[in-house]
Nanobody, 127 residues
Framework: QVQLVESGGGLVQAGTSLRLSCAASGRTISTYAMGWFRQFPGKEREFVAAINWSAGTTYYDDSVKGRFTVSGDNAKNTVYLQMDSLKPEDTAVYYC????????????????????WGQGTQVTVSS
């Protein structure tokens, strides 16, 4: 099985920055797209950001536009999430996702579009 391993989470103060990273582990894969979801306590996982490798196109949820930046290295099947101006409401478990399927970008917002999921990394933003 393909494993996605996130790193970079932690406890930070509001207004500071944090960078998450995720890379495939185990079986070598070539992804079509990678991205990030997050889950708040008691809620369903929701879309954060994604990148389509072929065009380098990025997608963001409105809640993080202007603050978060997704980037990566397709050759290494690695994706990053640069989080700036963090707010307490960003506190959540962040999950790395990847797909080998060519979905339309409109599908990226839904959990069902993604084949592979990481175990999650906790991001806590204090006030």
């Amino acid at each position: 099985q393909v494993q996605l391993v996130e790193s970079g989470g932690g406890l930070v103060q509001a207004g500071t920055s944090l960078r998450l990273s995720c890379a495939a582990s185990g079986r070598t894969i070539s992804t079509y797209a990678m991205g990030w979801f997050r889950q708040f306590p008691g809620k369903e996982r929701e879309f954060v950001a994604a990148i389509n490798w072929s065009a380098g196109t990025t997608y963001y949820d409105d809640s993080v536009k202007g603050r978060f930046t997704v980037s990566g290295d397709n050759a290494k099947n690695t994706v990053y999430l640069q989080m700036d101006s963090l707010k307490p409401e960003d506190t959540a478990v962040y999950y790395c996702v990847a797909s080998l399927n060519r979905y339309h970008s409109s599908a990226y917002y839904y959990t069902g579009a993604w084949e592979y999921w990481g175990q999650g990394t906790q991001v806590t933003v204090s006030s």
